[in-house]
Every structure is written in C-alpha cells, then in structure tokens.
C-alpha cells in the first residue's frame, strides 16, 4: 500500500474518532457508538428513513470539516493535536467543577473545595474520631492500604 493511501486511511479514522469524541464529550453519558447511533438516528428521521453518503459524511465529521474551513482548508498535526487537547482537558475542567460545585452554579470557589474535602474527610474517618486511621483507609489492588502512614503507598516499590 503506498505511503499517502496510508496516510488517507489514517487520517480518515482518526477524523472518524475526533468526530464522535466531540459529540460524545457533547453528550456525556453516550459512549461513542451509542453517539454515532444517536447522529445517524436523527439524520434518518430528518430524510426519510434513509441516510445518502453526504448526510453521513457531515453526520460523521461536521466538527472536524468546520476545523479544516476554519483552517485554510488545511489541518496540521499540530492544530489537531491542540484541539484534541482542549476538548479533553474541557472535559475534565467539567468533571471537576461538577463533582465539587456545591451550589450548581457552575462555578468552583474555595468553600466547594472545602466542602468537598470535608465530605471525602469524614467518609474515610469511619469512627468519627476527627482523624483518618491506617485501618480507615481503602485498601487498593493487592489488599493493601494505599498509605501506610510513612510516606508508602503500600506497593512495596511494586508497580
């Protein structure tokens, strides 16, 4: 197979994955299948009950085509690296701020951390005694406690 038909190939599942990342990191909770399903699902209820290889292409990659217009017509690694980049650490900024974000205003302010803190605090301090035990601790993979109190996380050196 010549060099450049590789590089097609590649290219056209990588855009295949950039595509149903971004819709699914949309619609967080549906895997990627279940995002792709969901993209053509509607396009097959907007036409009629079938799906022609244009509706599937825009379907499929609309996010990644308005990135190459957006570019020149041209995508470089780089650029695409970037974006990749910024959806997953948005995605992550999201979880974030949704696990500490006591007040659902989509915001993190130091008492959230706080208040997070304190909640993790008191479920790891079983006996209630205002301090967490080596035997309060969860154990992790092997059966052993996570921090022995020294400085060890409990893996011997292991990984």
Do not use: C
């Amino acid at each position: 197979m010549r060099k450049t038909t590789r590089l097609a190939l590649v290219f056209a599942a990588l855009a295949g994955a950039v595509g149903t990342a971004a819709y699914a990191d949309e619609h967080s909770g549906a895997g990627p299948r279940d995002g792709m399903m969901m993209r053509l699902g509607k396009v097959i209820k907007d036409n009629d009950g079938t799906i022609t290889f244009d509706q599937f292409s825009d379907a499929m990659n609309a996010r990644l085509k308005k990135m190459v217009a957006d570019n020149g017509g041209k995508l470089t690694v780089a650029q695409l690296a970037e974006a990749l980049e910024k959806a997953r650490f948005e995605q992550m900024a999201r979880r974030i701020i949704a696990r500490y974000d006591t007040k659902g205003d989509g915001t993190l302010t130091a008492d959230d951390i706080t208040s997070r803190q304190k909640k993790v605090f008191a479920m790891l301090d079983r006996d209630n005694d205002g301090k967490i035990e080596k035997n309060e601790l969860p154990k992790g993979p092997g059966g052993h406690r996570q921090w022995d109190g020294e400085g060890n996380d409990g893996t011997d050196g292991m990984q």
